[in-house]
């Protein structure tokens, strides 16, 4: 809608240069706040140093990078001293930003951009303008400088940009393929790769430091559409992309470098669809972008636009009365703009409505996140607002059910209750499993998240539940089909069965996170545990023994693991039985380790099934609760049958 509106009501060269200006005068005003909270001054209350209004430090360098390319436009093209001090400050701004982000991606859409600027002025032009270019060079010859000798970068580069984690193009095919070759013609769906990813994924990211993440989006927004689009997706994409690439060639044989520098950005923004996703700002760009080629070729094609070198774009009239001509194909490009237009603003329309349902529900949510560990009370009101108002989000209800069950269990732990704190308790851990129930199994039973918080909420209240076990061990199977190449998984479940004294089936899985994930050191650690209760301490010692192996030195784990082999050494001894060879598997996995170049970040060592199955950092929360508030709350929000179910 907005491209279509863009084209037929941009009809003049102030229109365009205002477009223009007014998109980099905002793109510019984003990079010095970005800058200001680098080095510490916040503008907006809990934002921190990484903050910038485009949400993304990725997203700010690639605009910043066009506003460099565009303020050195202006800088060669323009006479007015006014655009060209403002234009040397946003040059300023944004490559010093560039600088301190030092993203590959962003210099490489700079440099495309610059040696397509100067290509677009000739020779001529660039040497009546080399002062110009002699002062761009010295000026990010300096920035670079400063960034790279070490008194000044340690002077200026105080805090560090965190590093965007993407995963990585091959898995990120594999996974976009996987789905396609299931589900090829439409495929899983827009946004649903957060999906994908789980189901698809290969055991090769258990040998990365992103094994225990879920990524939302593959490598880049090519294999996006490839993952959740299928073959249609693919070919209105290639269709884009051929009109899009068709009408830069157009722009190319154009006069007025104008309309080539803006080629040139959209050329830039097709490019970086293959090597990043898209963000809102991202489309939006792409979109004004195309806006503007397309007005210019809307006025070229009503023959009232004339392209002169020296002066841009210009307005002539063809014989007879300019205006009147002009005013009538000036409405009827507004008429036809709004019939075009209608059916994609109602859309809008409906999108803008669920953006109403949605806004309140994600400031509510993030209110209680915030005061989760301050006052729960206020935490648990703002996470009932928020489902109220969006009730088709799984974490809210996810939240929601672990914030009900710390407060049943702070409440339990507090002598002498009252017959209401009894009552209070069963609400609350009844409001937990129905909420965990809905959210797995009603609001997105595909996402196998939802399905391992349910199973935290059974295993919490097994000492309440006779059979809680065997609901957790339900929902972990689930999680377990959705994402068969998560170690993680295999690891709780041997962990209720190690909570069982069933030591033979604990060890049975925690091989089989071991199997998928070599260099785990806790699945070696817990297999030992099972193994020392199954007597068995040869094949104990050597579990140990590599879990020392991925473990570094001097830390309390390894102290730890250090201490039991001697322990098994001395037991071994005094029984009087020698170590056994190891198995076949025992070496490979040896050789796996060995061979490694690097070990991936281990999680501290526990024993699984003596593990506290909260969620950690909201364990020891201080309950602050009104009785009648909570119960009315949960009533509210919780079917009298299910109440009832949980109480027996």
Do not use: C
Not at 5 to 12: E, G, K, P, R, V
Not at 160 to 167: F, G, K, S
Not at 229 to 245: T, V
Not at 342 to 356: D, K, R, T, W
């Amino acid at each position: 809608a907005f491209y279509l509106l863009a084209t037929s009501f941009i009809n003049t060269k102030k229109d365009i240069k205002t477009l223009i200006y007014s998109f980099f005068a905002g793109t510019t005003l984003a990079t010095l706040i970005g800058i200001m909270s680098f080095y510490g001054i916040i503008l907006i209350e809990g934002a921190d140093r990484n903050f910038n209004p485009t949400g993304s430090l990725l997203t700010l360098g690639i605009i910043a990078a066009l506003t460099a390319v565009m303020s050195i436009y202006e800088l060669m093209k323009s006479d007015d001293d006014i655009v060209k001090t403002a234009a040397g400050f946003s040059l300023v701004l944004a490559l010093f930003y560039l600088t301190l982000y030092n993203n590959p991606i962003t210099w490489g859409a700079l440099a495309f951009g610059i040696i397509g600027t100067l290509s677009v002025f000739g020779t001529e032009s660039i040497k009546d303008k080399k002062l110009t270019l002699i002062g761009i060079g010295i000026l990010a010859t300096f920035l670079i400088g400063i960034s790279v000798i070490p008194p000044t970068r340690m002077l200026l580069l105080r805090h560090r940009y965190p590093t965007e984690i993407q995963l990585p193009l091959r898995e990120s095919w594999n996974v976009s393929i996987s789905a396609m070759r299931d589900f090829p013609l439409l495929g899983t769906g827009p946004s649903t790769f957060y999906l994908n990813y789980p189901r698809y994924r290969t055991i090769f990211m258990n040998q990365t430091d992103f094994w225990a993440l879920r990524f939302d989006k593959p490598h880049n927004e090519v294999l996006l559409t490839v993952g959740t689009l299928g073959i249609s997706g693919i070919i209105a994409g290639a269709y884009f992309m051929w009109i899009l690439l068709k009408t830069v060639a157009t722009s190319f044989l154009k006069e007025d470098p104008i309309i080539k520098v803006v080629a040139i950005m959209l050329l830039i923004m097709a490019g970086l669809l293959f090597t990043t996703h898209e963000t809102v700002l991202f489309a939006f760009t792409m979109t004004l972008l195309m806006a503007l080629l397309g007005a210019i070729g809307n006025l070229e094609a009503a023959k009232y636009l004339t392209f002169d070198a020296s002066e841009g774009i210009g307005i002539t009239a063809l014989g007879g009365d300019m205006s009147s001509t002009r005013a009538d194909t000036n409405d009827i490009a507004g008429f036809m703009a709004v019939t075009m237009a209608l059916p994609l603003l109602i859309i809008a329309g409906l999108g803008l409505f669920s953006i109403y349902k949605v806004y309140p529900s994600e400031y509510y949510m993030q209110r209680a996140l915030v005061l989760l560990g301050e006052d729960l009370g206020a935490s648990y009101d703002y996470q009932v607002r928020a489902i109220e108002h969006n009730p088709r989000r799984s974490n809210y209800y996810n939240t929601y059910a672990q914030t009900n069950l710390v407060a049943a269990i702070n409440l339990s732990n507090q002598e002498d209750l009252t017959q209401d704190e009894q009552m209070l308790i069963q609400n609350l851990i009844a409001t937990a499993i129905r909420a965990s129930k809905l959210s797995a199994e009603s609001v997105s039973p595909l996402n196998p998240v939802n399905w391992e918080i349910q199973a935290q909420i059974y295993r919490a209240i097994r000492g309440a539940a006779q059979d809680a076990d065997d609901w957790a061990l339900r929902a972990l199977d689930a999680a377990m089909q959705l994402d068969p190449t998560n170690p993680r998984l295999g690891l709780e479940v041997g962990g209720i069965y190690y909570a069982r004294e069933d030591y033979l089936t604990a060890a049975n899985f925690f091989r089989q996170a071991i199997n998928l994930k070599p260099d785990y050191a806790n699945a070696y650690y817990n297999f030992a545990q099972a193994a020392k209760n199954l007597e068995d301490y040869s094949s104990a010692k050597r579990a140990l023994e590599l879990t020392r192996s991925l473990l570094e030195q001097g830390t309390e784990d390894y102290a730890l693991v250090d201490r039991e082999i001697s322990e098994l050494t001395a037991l071994l001894a005094e029984i009087g039985i020698q170590d056994e060879a190891p198995t076949v598997e025992e070496l490979a996995q040896r050789g796996e380790i060995e061979e490694a170049d690097t070990i991936t970040e281990q999680e501290p060592l526990v024993i699984e099934g003596e593990r506290d199955p909260l969620p950690e950092g909201i364990e020891d929360l201080d309950i602050d609760l009104e009785l009648e508030e909570v119960l009315e709350e949960a009533e509210d929000l919780e079917e009298e049958e299910a109440v009832e179910e949980a109480e027996e």
